[in-house]
C-alpha cells in the first residue's frame, strides 16, 4: 500500500474542490438552459393558444383585417371616439403630414400640430354637431404639412357619426381626400374660361359691328345698283332712243346679272339684320291653310309652267298658332320656290303641316327633284355656301336663302333640317314654336307697319298712288320714286288697310306687294276688282318673285322687282299709259 506524503494529500483535495465547481457551475448552466426552454415552450404554448383563439375569433379577424384594408386606402381615416381623441389612424394619414402614430393615437384630433389655428374652433364645433344631431358635417381645410411649410394641401374632409342599436353616437369616422390637385385644375379651368369669354365677348362684338355695319349698308349698297339697272332697263326698253338686237342682248345680260347680284345683296342684309338683332318679328294668331294656299298662290305660275303636281297635306288638330306670318311666308316661300327650281318637269312637290308635340308645329316641303348627296347635307343652311358650280350655273340662286331661312327660324326658338335622297328628292323642314314671343328691337328708322302712312304733303292736281306694302324700307324706296314722279302717295301697311282706303276713293295707280302680313296680295286685288271705285285702276305688282310667269293669269299691269327704283318707276308709268294690262 502507497503511503502519501502530507503535501500529496493538499494537492488531491484542492483538486476535488475544484472539480465539483465545475461540475456546480455546468449544473447551474444545464438548470438555465432547462428553464429557458420551457420558457420557450411555456411562449410557445401560449402564442399557439392565442393563434387558435384568434382564428377562433371572427370579431378580431374582422378586425386585424380592416386595419390591413384600413393602411391601404388613398383617403386620410382616423376613428375618434365621442370625446375628439384619435382611437385608430390610417398610415396614408401619417404619411400625408408627416407624423407619427404616437403623435396622433390617445390625442384630440384638433389638437394634433397639422390644423391651421384659425379654424380649431369650427373644428370643435364641427364635432360637436356630428356628436349631438347624428348629422355628418363636410368642409374643406388648407393647412401646411410639419415640414412641407412651403406646400399648401387642400382636403375634403368628412365627419361620420357611428351608431349603437339606441341610434346614440359610439364613434366618429374622420375622412380626408387630397383636392389639391383637382383644386388647381378647377382653378385653371375657371382661368381659361375666363379668357374663353373675353375672346367671345371680343369676337360677338366684331361680328356684332360688322353686321350692324352690313344691316345699316343697306342704302349705300342699294342705291349705285338701282341706279345701273334703272338706266340700264330705260335703254332695254328703247326708251332713250333705238338699239340693235345685239346691244340689246347684251343689255339683257346686264340687267340679269345686275338682279342676281341685288338679289345677293338683299339676302346678305337680312342675314347681317338678324345677327345685329334688327329683324322685327310681330307675333299673330294666322290661318296656316290660309297662308300656305297665298304663297302658293305666288309661285303658281312656276308650278303651272312645269307641269308640277302640287298637294298639300294638314294635320286637323293644328289651331292656334300665334306667330309673325310675313317671316312664315318667307320661310315658306324659300323652301317652296327651291322645290319648284329642283323639281323636273311633271314632278311632285309636298306640303305638310302637323303638329310636333303640344307646343310646336313642323312645317315640311317635299319634291321629287334631284336630290342632295351625303357629302353635301352639312352645308345646307350655312352662309356662303353653294353645292356645286355646276349647279349654281344651271339653277340660279344666291346661295343665301336657306341660311337666311336658318337664321329666321332660329330666332323665333325653332329649327330646320332636311332629308335627302339622290335622285328621288329632298324634305325641308322647319319646326318652329305654336306661340312665338320673341320680338326683336326695330331700327330706330322703322315706322310701325301696323299704322298707315296717311301724313304726306298732297299737290293739287296730282294724281294719286296707293303703295300697299309692309317692309319699312321697300316702303320708302317707293314713296321716294312715286313723290319725284309727281305722284301723291298713300300707304297701306296690310291688306286689310289697303281695301279699306280703296273703298273710300280712286286713285290713279296702285302698288301691290304680294306678301303681305294678313292678306294675299291677289287676295287684295281680286277684291279691288270686284267692287269701288277702283275696279279699272292700273295695278304695277311689286314682289321679290324675279320669274316673268308670275303675273300670268292675273288682270294687273305691269310686276317690278324689289327694290324699285326710280327708273323702273317711270318706266313703268310709261307702260300703263301706253297699253292694256298684261293680261
Known sequence: MELLLPEDTENTQTTRLAEVAALREQLALAEAKATRAKAAQRDLHEQLTAARAFQNDPLRLREQQALLILNEMYQFVALLDTHGNELETNQTSLDAVGLRREDC??????????????????????????????????????????????????????????????????????????????????AEIVRKNEELEVQSRRVQEANRLKSEFLANMSHELRTPLNAI???????????????????????????????????????????????????????????????????????RPLINSKNIHFETEFDTTLNGVVIDPAKLKQVLYNYLSNAIKFTPEEGQVTIRLRAEGEDAFRLEVEDTGIGIQPENLGRLFVEFQQ????????????????????????????????????????????????????MV??????????????????????????????????????????????????????GTQALA???????????????????????????????????????????????????????????????????????????????????
Open 387 to 438: 353645292l356645286d358650280a355646276g349647279m349654281t350655273k344651271q339653277y340660279q340662286g344666291t346661295g343665301l336663302g336657306l341660311a337666311l331661312t336658318r337664321r329666321i327660324v332660329e330666332a323665333q326658338g325653332g329649327k330646320v333640317g332636311v332629308h335627302s335622297t339622290p335622285g328621288q328628292g329632298s324634305t325641308f323642314f322647319a319646326i318652329l314654336p305654336r306661340i312665338a314671343t320673341v
Open 229 to 299: 339697272m334703272g338706266f340700264t332697263q330705260l335703254i332695254y326698253n328703247e326708251d332713250a332712243g333705238p338699239i340693235s338686237e345685239e346691244q340689246k342682248e347684251y343689255l339683257g345680260d346686264i340687267l340679269s346679272s345686275s338682279q342676281h347680284l341685288l338679289q345677293l345683296i338683299n339676302d346678305v342684309l337680312d342675314l347681317a339684320k338678324v345677327e345685329a338683332g334688327k329683324m322685327t318679328f310681330s307675333p299673330e294668331e294666322i290661318d296656316l291653310n290660309q297662308l300656305v294656299g297665298e304663297v302658293r298662290d305666288i309661285l
Open 441 to 494: 328691337e326695330r331700327d330706330d328708322d322703322e315706322e310701325d307697319v301696323a299704322k298707315p302712312m296717311l301724313s304726306l304733303p298732297e299737290r293739287p292736281d296730282a294724281p294719286s298712288v296707293l303703295i300697299v306694302e309692309d317692309e319699312p324700307k321697300d316702303r320708302r324706296q317707293l314713296i321716294q320714286a312715286f313723290t319725284q314722279a309727281g305722284y301723291n302717295v298713300e300707304v297701306a301697311a296690310t
Open 105 to 186: 393615437i390617445g390625442h384630440l384630433f384638433w389638437e394634433i400640430p397639422v390644423w391651421p389655428h384659425s379654424i380649431l374652433k369650427d373644428l370643435q364645433a364641427s364635432f360637436q354637431h356630428v356628436i349631438t344631431t347624428g348629422e355628418f358635417m363636410r368642409f374643406e381645410v388648407e393647412f401646411f404639412a410639419p415640414g412641407k411649410e412651403l406646400e399648401l394641401l387642400t382636403t375634403d374632409i368628412t365627419l361620420k357619426p357611428i351608431l349603437n342599436t339606441q341610434g346614440e353616437v359610439t364613434f366618429v369616422v374622420l375622412e380626408g381626400r387630397d383636392i389639391t390637385q383637382s383644386k388647381w385644375a378647377e
Open 501 to 583: 282706303q280703296c273703298r273710300q276713293r280712286s286713285f290713279d295707280v296702285i302698288t301691290l306687294d304680294l306678301l303681305l302680313p294678313d292678306l294675299s296680295g291677289w287676295e287684295v286685288l281680286r277684291a279691288i276688282r270686284g267692287e269701288g271705285p277702283n275696279r279699272e285702276v292700273p295695278v304695277i305688282v311689286v314682289t321679290l318673285v324675279t320669274e316673268k310667269e308670275v303675273g300670268l293669269g292675273f288682270p294687273i299691269q305691269d310686276v317690278l322687282n324689289k327694290p324699285v327704283t326710280l327708273e323702273q318707276v317711270f318706266s313703268s308709268l310709261e307702260r300703263v299709259k301706253k297699253g292694256p294690262p298684261v293680261v
